[in-house]
């Protein structure tokens, strides 16, 4: 079973910056081969994918975020990165790292707030 560990989030005000981190473990877990992804819910929306980075580090980046966030991988410590900047309101909400397509289980997420 793969278990994801979320943190790094916080408050923060527009402008500013932070960086997720998230650790993945299990017995039949091999991060480095995974497709590993970050999500983000919203209230009264759907969990949306954010970033995601294959195992050759390529990355893919919803519209809303290009520019502003990095998503990058240290597969020696089965951890996965999310660089944010210039972060806005419509930047808030929980986020959560996975696969790609996601795992069965899901981690705790970590809440990132920008306040307006």
């Known amino acids: 079973q793969v278990q994801l560990v979320e943190s790094g989030g916080g408050l923060v005000q527009a402008g500013g910056s932070l960086r997720l981190s998230c650790v993945g473990s299990?017995?039949?877990?091999?991060?480095?081969?995974?497709?590993m992804a970050w999500y983000r819910q919203t209230p009264g929306k759907q969990r949306e994918l954010v970033a995601s980075?294959?195992?050759?580090?390529?990355?893919n980046y919803a519209d809303s975020v290009k520019g502003r966030f990095t998503v990058s991988r240290e597969n020696a410590k089965k951890t996965l990165y999310l660089q944010m900047n210039s972060l806005s309101p419509e930047d808030t909400g929980v986020y959560y790292c996975?696969?790609?397509?996601?795992?069965?289980?899901w981690g705790q997420g970590t809440q990132v707030t920008v306040p307006s």
């Open positions: 980075i294959a195992r050759d580090g390529s990355t």
């Open positions: 996975n696969g790609r397509p996601p795992f069965p289980t």
């Open positions: 299990g017995s039949s877990f091999i991060f480095s081969l995974s497709t």
